[in-house]
């Protein structure tokens, strides 16, 4: 079972940024798909979810408007598009599954995204 | 939003000796299924954070049975029995009940 994100980079505000995770081990389509991130030295923070069929989002006050959730089933990959950046944006941006309960059981090693003129 | 409070916030202890981190929720974390959804993760150094503890108690495969959770309704506990050096690093309480999901300030655990 493994989550692998990819996509952050150094970026000005008001850049957009598409953040990717790839998942592999587990029946993908079944599972919640998350994102969480944790700003520098600070703690972690839920950002958004994905139901297992795409038909269900949710966000965070913090992003919603900004932020799109996606995944392609297809390719066991879960992306979070990030519009309008700006530096309280910036952190490690970590995916992670649920399902029937059992949450956030298995993580990925995040991706960075820093925001800085 | 659900808030989750910590304590304490920074927690230096002796190798061997136990140590307690409290965790209390601002809602009932309790579900009418009887469930009560209260999970703890870990986050040694430049680690992703691991999952410890799900609804309360039930420790995670691989999880040493030195660490345990303890609690109910809105407080909550983990408990390291003897804690060993590689035990250092941020342990956060989070409630899976209520949405938007919320996670506790984290507590750092450190070796005297």
């Known amino acids: 079972v ?4 990819s996509g952050g980079d150094l970026v000005q505000p008001g850049a957009s940024l598409r953040l990717s995770c790839a998942a592999s081990g587990f029946t993908f ?5 998350h994102w969480v991130r944790q700003a520098p030295g600070k703690g972690l923070v839920w950002v958004s979810r994905v139901s297992g069929d795409g038909s269900s989002i949710t966000y965070a006050d913090s992003v919603k408007g900004r932020f799109t ?3 392609d089933n297809a390719r066991n990959t879960v992306y979070l598009q990030m519009n309008s950046l700006s530096v309280e944006d910036a952190a490690v941006y970590y995916c992670t599954r649920d399902a029937a309960g059992n949450i956030f059981d298995v993580w990925g090693q995040g991706t960075m995204v820093t925001v800085s003129s | 939003d659900v808030v989750m409070t910590q304590s304490p916030l920074s927690l230096p202890v002796t190798l061997g000796q136990p140590a307690s981190i409290s965790c209390k ?5 309790a579900h009418t299924d009887g469930n009560t959804y209260l ?4 986050q040694r150094p430049g680690q992703s954070p691991r999952r410890l503890i799900y609804k309360v ?3 995670d495969s691989g999880v040493p049975d030195r660490f345990s959770g303890s609690g109910s309704g809105t407080d909550f506990t983990l408990t390291v029995s003897r804690v060993e ?8 309480c989070m409630q899976g009940l209520h949405w938007p ?3 506790g300030q984290g507590t750092k655990v450190e070796i005297k």
């Open chain 2, 101 to 103: 999901r919320t996670f």
């Open chain 1, 29 to 33: 389509k079944n599972y919640w798909m």
């Open chain 1, 2 to 5: 493994q989550l692998v994100e």
């Open chain 1, 69 to 71: 959730i996606s995944r």
């Open chain 2, 39 to 42: 999970n703890w993760f870990q």
């Open chain 2, 25 to 29: 929720s601002s809602h009932s974390l």
């Open chain 2, 57 to 59: 108690s039930n420790r």
């Open chain 2, 85 to 92: 050096a590689e035990d250092v690093g941020v342990y956060y």
